[in-house]
């Protein structure tokens, strides 16, 4: 079945670093590709998306590229801020019927100032 | 605009005991449903889908039900609680049945089983 793997956390990171966080997914066909954010206290929102290979998502300062060589969408951010920690989530949808979403366990990110 | 609610917000149940927990969506009109859930140190698992009134799709078999009785309400219940029914239940909802299509969560509720 289809399935998704993110970088296990947690992570801290100085204010002004570079934040990649990995995500790797196994799916038949082609799933759209996701990643939700959860800051402290609120719910879980959509960050960005990509719905096919070499579509790159962005958002807030944020990337991922779709890439279905590598079967990964990395979330990248070259400047980090306080305002940035929450826990991220790497999900993909699959093509057929209702966007039943699969879901990584989730990264919390934490920065410093 | 749409809104989404959750209630309760949180819930301690002893094991064996029934449980209700309920959601409803304002501003939209004949959304898809669901209710995921988050165990400690896992990531969310899908548990049911709703397309319309009365249809209910399961994802994992276990100990809980669904139920949708109005457009857009949609209701997890159990009537025995188990202690690995602990977790934080997300309520979520989307529009049409594109694979790319957004979906919209709720304040969730943790629920803990003792």
Redesign the interface.
């Known amino acids: 079945g289809n399935s ?1 793997t ?1 970088m296990e956390g947690p992570v801290t990171l100085s204010e002004e670093a570079f934040l990649t966080i990995n995500c790797t997914y196994t799916a038949t066909g082609y ?2 590709l996701f990643w ?1 954010v959860q800051y402290p206290g ?5 960050l960005l ?1 990509a ?1 096919k290979a070499d579509d790159k998502g962005s958002n807030k300062g944020f990337e991922a590229t779709y890439r279905k060589e590598t079967t990964s969408f990395h979330l990248e951010k070259g400047s980090v801020q306080v305002s940035d920690s929450a826990v991220y ?1 790497c ?1 993909l ?14 990264t919390r990110l934490t920065i410093n100032p | 605009s749409q809104t989404i609610h959750q209630w309760p917000a949180t819930l301690v149940q002893p094991v064996g005991s029934p449980l209700s927990l309920e959601c409803t969506v304002e501003g939209t009109s004949n959304p898809n449903l669901y209710w995921y859930r988050q165990a400690a140190g896992r990531g969310l698992q899908l548990l049911f889908y709703s397309v319309g009134i009365g249809q209910i799709s399961s994802e994992v078999p276990q100990n809980l039900s669904a139920s949708r009785p109005q457009d857009r309400q949609f209701i997890l219940s159990s009537k025995k609680l188990l202690l690995s029914d602990s977790g934080f239940y997300l309520c979520a909802w989307s529009v049409g049945l594109a694979s790319y299509n957004e979906q919209f969560f709720g304040p969730g509720t943790r629920l803990t089983v003792l």
């Open positions: 998704v993110q799933p759209s939700y609120e719910g879980l929102q959509l998306k719905t989530f999900a949808s699959d093509e057929q019927g209702a966007q039943k979403l699969v879901f990584g366990q989730g």
